[in-house]
């Protein structure tokens, strides 16, 4: 029966009308926010960056709408957020990645643009000038490091490789690891534990800390120094108990149980090796070439550190890998791919490209930029000397596109800590680890087909 | 001025003459009653909206998920039926996470309302400076939960907080309080450092128990903690009702051990110590660390049908321990 003109407006009715106008709604919003996100203007030439806070500055933002006559719309980068905007088929233009664990991720998910073709026709990045790193951000469907291109590093450095502080060496009476001669990760555990210093249950000065960019790329990097590899050959199983990774697995574990460095047992409330090596209270801080930028200003920390090579196994093979080579992608779906290359070229390869170089916060992608690396000062000749011997070690070691780096670690942050505090044998963790990760990895698989 | 108050205004001959109508002679009952449910809906309407599109729609959604393999991004995932919920039910992290977080309300949710309680009596005193005293102690609970877990982690450090310096100047050793078995109590202390909440709500219940009551007590002689038992708490029941109620639902959707975690990455969901891994816990690290978004929409479907349900037994079991103070001329 319908209503009359007049009639008490029922419940039903209301809910029923109220049901239509909050499915109206929900299409407005979702329409308003595809104008808006998507940030592409009639004219075209507005692209949308997803990055972090400090990977493209405001005056830069300026600087390129005055030199390309393109706006950026920056966003912040957030895996959420970009995970639901390309599931509405609304991404941004360009999005921050790393490429040592999201390359294969994205490109096996067919949702990252081939770039080959764009790089092909370009006047500022060319393949011959990109340094090795960028293969990192290739992927042929099943094998990273090979295949067409995904995207590009920003800068790189090999995070194997550790910074130390001599002062805390004189200190303890140990002698200075060579600059030029990697340590075995044996020795420099023993060196951790000569270096630590303790007090009343309180750790003052950390011996060192070993964590690798994540436990993932660590494990992955150190089980290849060692001879192996953590995955199968098709990427869809880890093998904690094939010997290499034991080794690697067990090594890390001893690291964490002795406490001379932070862990997941014994948490840097910094966050991060920076503030806690510059207050003199990490001897030894496994953070790549990168970690200058934050050294050189301080002239006093610059005097006293000195890098060193990656260590390797003992009987192993040097290897000195990239856990990171962060740049950026283009989503298949992004509106504007002209435009967003055009940014693409200006942020790897011009001003901002430059400004990296440097700025001393890492090795620059691009060979052509290395000679603008920041060799004024002392340290800096110094760290640099040690980089460019370091660079003829640089290999890419390969990820699984099943799984992103994130749930690797989240299911190792779960289970590890019960061999860390000696609860379990690092056998029944390699076990453990098998079993949830592979779990992991088949449901990837399933996903990716 | 109530809805009815407001159609009755409009509803006024002398309202309707002033809009060029002729006043409804006898006035038609079918169209005031229209009215007032219009003027009711029209009113509600802001929030019934708000509620489907922002509550209901991701509800109905985050059902569909639950019966599906779905990760946000990977192009074959499939329908998998009741798939999710078989697989929680044999999940001993669901289960453990879950017995975790109930045995955290359990112990949370009392403790706090004791607390506030006891704060909001001390502050209905008539002392001096007594405002100074209530903003002071509410101050806490304005801190956004992220910079209360930042300075507890910091206040809490093994080898750089404040906790420790204390402890170590007096000659003990340092305790890791954010590690097993101690971060459950760094927990609990987050907890009560929200205390002043539950002690406005208490407080404001406090200031509406009748004074002629305490006075009526005091001369028959009761003593201050039978008043306070007889009087006092009875009257006070539907506010700790409500506390009980709302402080378990948020106890156990708690993500305060997450801001209290070593890592503050993704990964970092699962680096909160085994005490503090709660059932959200669970669910955060299966929706954004794994992008399980399938079974972890399960898990919360799970957790909300526990939720209504333990609030339906809450329900049941203080019926007739609540005492609603309804003015029975009111009721006319």
Redesign the interface.
Known sequence: MRPHAGAPLSRRRFLSLSAAGAATGAAALSGCAMQVSSGVSGSGETVTVMVNSGDILPEQVQQAKKDLGIKIVLVKYDITKLIAMLTSGNPPDLVRGVGAVDSPFFAARDVAEELDPYFSRSGVLKVDDLDPVNDLWRFDGRTQGKGPRYGMAKDFSQDSMYWYNTSAFDKAGVDHPSETEPVTYEEWQETAKRLVQRKSGQTTVFGGSYGGLTRSTLLTTMTASAGGSLFNDDFSRVDFTAPEARKALAWYIDYCKTKVGPSLIQPDPNGWDGPTYQAGRLAMSNSGYWMGGMIYPDKKLAEVSRLAPAPLFAGGTRISACQGGTGLWMPKKAKNKDAAWRVFEWFFGEEPAKARAGGGWGIPSLKSMRSLMPAQEDAQKRALKVQENELKHFSVVSFTPYTRADALDALFNQIAPAAMNGQISVDTLAGRLNSAINEQLKRGKEQVG | MTVDQISSVADRPDAAARAGRAPAVGGSR??M??RR??AF?MFT?PW??GF??LTV?PMVYALWLSFT?F???????KYVGLGNYRELLNDPVTWDSLGRAGLFALTSVPLSIIAGLVLAVLVNRPIKARGLFRTLLYLPAVVPPVGAGLAF??LF?????AS?GVL?FFG?????W??DPYARYVLLMTVLWGAGNVMIISLAGLQDVPRELHEAARIDGASAWRTFRSITVPLLSPVLLFQTVTGMIASVQTIMPLLLA??????????V??SNYLYMMHVF?QY?????YGYASALLWVLFVLILAVTGLIFKFTSGAVFYNVDPEAKK
């Open positions: 079918t169209s009653t229209a449910h219009r809906y309407s019934i909206i489907l599109l729609t393999t990760d946000g991004i990977s192009p074959n995932w982690k910091l450090d093994q080898n750089s907080g420790n170590t003990f050793d340092a305790v890791g954010l590690a070593p890592l503050g990455d993704t990964s970092g969901i699962t680096t110590p085994q690290a954004f660390a794994l992008g399980r």
